[in-house]
């Protein structure tokens, strides 16, 4: 079997004539960058730095800690600590990566070094409504990772011969923790394809799992273990479960980003629960929200619907503008409207009765 051919042949062809006339590369990714955002950009960048030109990968904010292996991670520049480096990096550049995200809100305070930018961009993303933000626009929502069609994308360019270990490795990070560790949106055949063409690098696919789902620092471990035991409701009534943790209680186990990763996904184990919301308290008067189901639940919907955000079918994510207690209400007052879209297997008509 071959690799499938996904992306228009005239639109891969006008991306590849870009990198081929840039010698001052930037990629760009959304903020709070996920593995599959930074696995993507330091993925790429590993590809582009040849020797004939600069690459550089500005991230509008810290990455989680559990991603800071990734081979290039040391060479990011985060936007919220050299804003001064990132604007430079921008104005010099001739050409810009838009990866993981299809709008330039959602990339924060890069937005509007980006847009002062005048050089052409071209967008591979995996989301649904891509805005017209780039000259070349490679969008494949039914892709399950940015990772997995970069890699579709070097593939069809003739460039995935330049994927070395490091790059493998990036890339398959973004493919693991966008699927969940291939649990969710992953009965695409050409992912296995692309694994296989990974550990041909050399790559060690079971190290680079331990490193992102099973190195957990003692603080992790235990506000996964308080959120899970004092503060997880199950709401059968709408298949449903919800963890908050407040900003109080995140100081108390001395909270750094990336500690509550994965914790969203934990509710999902248990016989009839179809969704899960977490709710995490970043700042006084604002919420992020993560969000997963399971089958054809669309938690995209409801966070685009509730909380201005999106993502994809089982995975998705938004934020909400005021206080904790008022995120729980005005999701508990609309959390009813999606019962339509609730499977109707015998746990669910108990859990209803």
């Known amino acids: 079997m071959t690799i499938s051919k996904i992306i228009d042949s005239d639109i891969a062809a006008a991306a590849k004539r870009l990198i081929d006339n840039s010698r001052r590369t930037v990629i760009t990714c959304h903020k709070t960058p996920d593995g599959d955002a930074i696995g993507s950009s330091l993925g790429l960048a590993a590809v582009l730095a040849d020797g ?7 991230t509008p904010d810290t990455p989680p800690r559990n991603l800071h292996f990734l081979p290039g991670f040391d060479n990011v520049v985060i936007a919220s600590r050299f804003t001064e480096k990132a604007r430079c990096l921008l104005a010099n550049a001739d050409l810009v990566f838009c990866l993981d995200y299809n709008s330039l809100q959602r990339i924060d305070r890069l937005q509007p ?7 052409p961009r071209i967008m591979i993303d995996h989301h649904l409504d891509p805005e017209p933000i780039a000259a070349v626009t490679i969008s494949h929502p039914e892709v399950s990772s940015t990772c997995a069609l970069l890699y579709h994308f070097l593939y069809e360019t003739g460039m995935s011969g330049m994927v070395d270990r490091a790059a493998a490795e990036c890339i398959y990070t973004g493919m693991l923790t966008d699927t969940g560790n291939f649990s969710y949106n992953s009965n695409d055949p050409d992912l296995y394809l692309i694994i296989a063409r990974l550990l041909e690098t050399g790559m060690n696919k079971d ?6 789902w099973n190195t957990n620092s003692s603080n992790r471990l235990r506000i996964c273990g308080y959120a899970i035991y004092r503060k997880m409701q199950l709401i059968p009534e709408h298949s449903m479960a919800l963890i908050t943790l407040t900003r109080e209680e995140l100081n108390e186990f001395d909270y750094v980003k ?3 990763e994965s914790l969203v996904n934990q509710p999902l184990s248990i ?16 919420v992020k929200v993560s969000t997963r189901s399971v089958g054809e639940f669309p938690v995209n919907i409801v966070c685009e619907d509730l909380f201005g955000g999106g993502g994809h079918r089982n995975a998705a994510g938004g934020e909400f503008h005021g206080s904790l207690a008022a995120a729980v209400d005005f999701l508990m007052s609309h959390a009813g409207d999606y019962d339509g879209a609730l499977p109707e297997s015998q746990e669910n008509k108990e859990n209803k009765q």
């Open 271 to 286: 016989p009839g629960v179809v969704w899960s919301v977490f709710m995490r308290e970043d700042e006084p008067d604002f």
């Open 113 to 119: 070094l980006v847009e002062a930018s005048t050089a």
């Open 207 to 212: 190290e680079i799992y331990t490193r992102v």
């Open 52 to 58: 004939k030109r600069q690459v550089h990968v500005i």
């Open 258 to 260: 990336g500690d509550t």
